[in-house]
């Protein structure tokens, strides 16, 4: 999966949720990341897309959009 087919990616208090550009959702908790779980919301909220995943630069985490859909 690439950056081509998400159509947005969001957070939330307990997760980040992305979407694909044919409806489909999912999410990843903050609790299953300790990182994402103890950072603030501005940490959250800092996030940048790349081709295959999201960053998060402030708490140096990062999770494929893969692992979003193939659970």
């Not at 299953?32 to 081709?51: C, G, K, P, T, V």
């Given at each position: 999966m690439n950056r081509t087919q998400i159509s947005r990616v969001w957070i939330t208090d307990s997760a980040v949720w992305v979407e694909l550009v044919d409806g489909r959702r999912a999410s990843e908790r903050f609790v299953?990341?300790?990182?994402?779980?103890?950072?603030?919301?501005?940490?959250?909220?800092?996030?940048?897309?790349?081709?295959f995943g999201i960053h998060w630069p402030d708490i140096d985490e990062d999770l494929s959009y893969?692992?979003?859909f193939n659970k």
């Open positions: 299953d990341y300790s990182r994402l779980l103890n950072a603030s919301e501005a940490q959250r909220e800092n996030f940048r897309m790349s081709h893969d692992g979003f």
